[in-house]
């Protein structure tokens, strides 16, 4: 059960003027599931993304930033689950190549023109005549209020589809933010997360709209983790129709250009989120914030340690206020000159430790009131900058154990 | 129950001239525990230690370091369980002096010459009027062989006592080393394990003896996770009494002392493997060699990542042959310009990935034989350089979760 995560309501999810999305049952892993999605997009639209740190990055990951960096425009994308195309090789490269050419093939494109994803199990040879088998049915359901079944057709281990939407003025014009995600275990996402894609109808420039992605990225999925693995797959894109007509937008720090950031950042965040509120297993969504830094780097080694500890996210699923645990993982952040005579520990409201000790006036049942909520703060103020940053994690449960001890059987 | 780790032989504990132990049961958390630990030795003997660096080191850690600091020599050491004395500021401080002064007072010492350690729940007070009250017990039981009991006394978690011994001769004399450990949870030793003491008869100067406890801790706890959680207490300490009575060992590569290096080494290995066989939950344990790295620092980080990864740990817990979670984790060790491309794993003597995509032999059954044994090694080759490190580490279950769910109620 995701943790205070509302089931998708598929008329709040606003089409993007200028984007179609189909869904199809192609069988890649086990029958009868959404598992082949393409996403097609107008002419003069603009595409930027960000892809995984993970030096083993899959094969479509490689494809992908491949073609986005050749002359020719992307057009289209195609996404696979049940299969990763991870850990194979050079035929595991051949495999995504191919299935980018039968869909340009179909679409009447350049093979370079079609951005290939895949997730699922790694190091096992990508079903590629499957995705083409597939492909017909999924141009066959092309349309552009089809977000909330693309969500569904992204999922691996996801209990729920993960989607968001927005609309903003800009230039006098209604303009859309809607995307999707996918991902619950392997979740420590370096650049993006599994898999993340947000559209928009917004005119924005290629470098600009290339900026907006990092910066959404690194203020959503590069705040959560649900278990520290970072995934060899992970993708975020960012498709600009331009349908929407206003000016374009050519600097985020402009009046039009900050309308769009707030409106794609709050879109990531909640599908970022969405993440971790149904990570394997999770029972509880806690969010880690650290101020008092002297850099964000510092804070998020800190807010990180915390949010990977075992020891941390047990006591957590099992709503007990083991607090010093959390004043360990501080204490070995690798932060070298950290004097613990400063640190400030607050379960939300809750005062638990001062310059480095339990605070006087910390009562046990005051942590555990707030240990026993499904949502849960965690502040700690190092007291040696002015920094701050906030993580999203979930606890440690049974079920993360059970999940990942039985995910291929 | 403990993987493949045979219950101590009290026989086989060899005493070590020069050194008694006493254990009394002082009611520090719960009644009726062997809590309380008090090693002596004899004047003469050399003292040397290497403590944990997480930066929220425990009081007694803070006072254990003044004392190894100051100009009188330790004569005998105090250990707790139940009680971590951490996270308990100025306060917990003074508590850990007046322990020593305690039993300073008693054994006609100095304080500075009582060494304190403390090892169980974090961010309490120390009971140390229950640490007074038991002393007199526990020096009452003061006797050179009474390792085996000593062990039991500094267990938390653990569910069963770990000790070592060997002899071995030096300069015509017979040198024994004993040592004893514990540690189940919090176990990413950085400097050293939760809690080891080793003891031997060797007559070694102290720059050399502490040359050596670094060596050997270096080779043994610093090469051991469970959780990836480095606690607040770690220590580690080698205690020389010189009643061997040969010529003093002042240099760790002559004959002599590479004869007790060897000697202690595989004492300390013994202690910090049977603290991963004893792990929180362990049904496995797995030793993760990475060979081919540009240095030992690359090499470690690898091994690590693998060795923390609860997705791996989970996958041998459900002996799941799931090795591409292996390659992932590899790929997110951080060395930023390692080749996928040049990567091979084995699993034993079964080849799984050639040159970083599954390996054409390789098949499920092989993986999965191996992958059903209680003990397991993990082969990766970079292939960039000459270095090999080699980390013990046990898989991640079910009842690693509810231990530490459970760990205070």
Chains 1, 2 share one sequence.
């Not at 059960?1 to 086990?30: C, E, F, Y």
């Not at 894609?197 to 992605?213: K, M, N, S, Y």
Request: a negative charge.
């Amino acid at each position: 059960m995701p943790v205070n995560l509302a089931p998708i309501d598929p008329s709040a999810l606003h089409p993007v003027p200028g984007l179609t999305l189909g869904v199809a049952q192609a069988g890649i892993r086990k029958a009868g599931r959404h598992d082949l999605v393409v996403l097609q997009w107008a002419a003069g639209s603009t595409v930027a993304g960000v892809f995984t740190k993970n030096r083993f990055c899959a094969a479509p990951v490689q494809v992908c930033r491949e073609h986005l960096a050749a002359d020719v425009a992307p057009r289209a994308l195609l996404v696979n689950t049940g299969n990763a195309n991870a850990g194979t090789g050079a035929d595991g490269l051949a495999r995504a190549r191919r299935s980018c050419a039968a869909l340009a093939a179909q679409l009447g494109l350049g093979p370079q023109q079609v951005l290939p994803f895949s997730t699922g199990v790694i190091m096992e040879t990508l079903p590629v005549e499957r995705i083409e088998a597939g492909l017909p049915a999924a141009l066959a359901d092309a349309k552009a209020d089809n977000w909330a079944l693309a969500a569904r057709g992204i999922m691996t281990t996801d209990t729920v589809p993960k989607a968001a939407s927005r609309q903003v003025t800009i230039g006098g014009r209604t303009v859309t933010v809607t995307g999707i995600s996918k991902g619950a275990g392997m979740i420590r996402p370096n650049m993006a997360t599994m898999l993340g894609f947000i559209g928009t109808d917004a005119v924005v420039e290629r470098a600009t709209l290339q900026q907006l992605v990092r910066e959404a990225a690194d203020q959503s999925f590069n705040r959560i983790t649900i278990d520290g693995d970072t995934s060899t797959n992970d993708s975020l894109l960012l498709i600009a129709t331009g349908a929407a007509g206003h000016a374009p937008v050519t600097a985020l720090d402009s009046a039009d250009g900050a309308v769009l950031r707030e409106a794609v950042v709050d879109v990531a965040r909640q599908l970022a989120q969405a993440i971790v509120r149904d990570g394997e297993g999770a029972t509880k969504f806690i969010a880690v914030q650290v101020d008092g830094g002297r850099d964000a780097d510092e804070c998020a080694r800190v807010a990180y340690a915390i949010a990977h500890s075992p020891l941390v996210k047990t006591a957590f699923f099992a709503s007990d206020p083991n607090l010093g645990r959390i004043l360990a993982a501080v204490g070995y952040a690798g932060i070298d000159d950290l004097d613990q005579g400063l640190i400030d520990l607050f379960l939300d409201q809750v005062h638990v430790a001062r310059q480095g000790g339990r605070h006087p006036d910390y009562r046990e049942e005051d942590g555990q009131r707030v240990m026993k909520q499904s949502e849960i703060t965690v502040r700690v103020d190092l007291h040696r900058g002015a920094s701050s940053t906030t993580v999203w994690t979930c606890d440690l449960s049974h079920d993360y154990v059970s999940i990942n001890a039985d995910y291929r059987s």
